[in-house]
């Protein structure tokens, strides 16, 4: 069983940046497929970016493509997505899933159906 917390959230005004971490424990996440999901107050929850368990391949939202950049440090068992030029429709609670299959790439974790294990979830929030 693996756990993941996320950190890095916070405010920001329109326009600025926020890098969120995801830290595994328990057991390494490199073999699976890592992405970020995120959940407004009266939404869904959605998906954000994924990558493959390699990191060779990313997958993004459109809503988030060219702003986010999802990165994997295997060393370290942590994900981080960087989040630029953020818009007050980003606010939301941010949270990192891992993938329910081995060794799968990016577009193989795009629904929460997609998900083995959930973060706690992090706040983000975008004043205009």
């Known amino acids: 069983q693996v756990q993941l917390v996320e950190s890095g959230g916070g405010f920001v005004q329109a326009g600025g940046s926020l890098r969120l971490s995801c830290a595994a424990s328990?057991?390494?996440?490199?073999?699976?497929?890592v992405g970020w999901f995120r959940q407004a107050p009266g939404k869904d929850r959605e998906f954000v970016a994924a990558i493959s368990w390699s990191g060779a391949n990313t997958y993004y939202a459109d809503s988030v493509k060219g702003r986010f950049t999802i990165f994997r440090h295997i060393a370290e068992n942590t994900v981080s997505l960087q989040m630029n030029s953020l818009k007050p429709e980003d606010a939301a609670v941010y949270y990192c899933?891992?993938?329910?299959?081995?060794?799968?790439?990016?577009?193989?974790?795009?629904?929460?159906?997609?998900?083995?294990?959930w973060g706690q979830g992090t706040q983000v929030t975008v004043s205009s």
């Open positions: 328990g057991r390494t996440f490199s073999n699976y497929a």
């Open positions: 899933a891992e993938g329910r299959n081995y060794g799968l790439g990016a577009q193989s974790l795009t629904t929460p159906d997609d998900v083995g294990y």
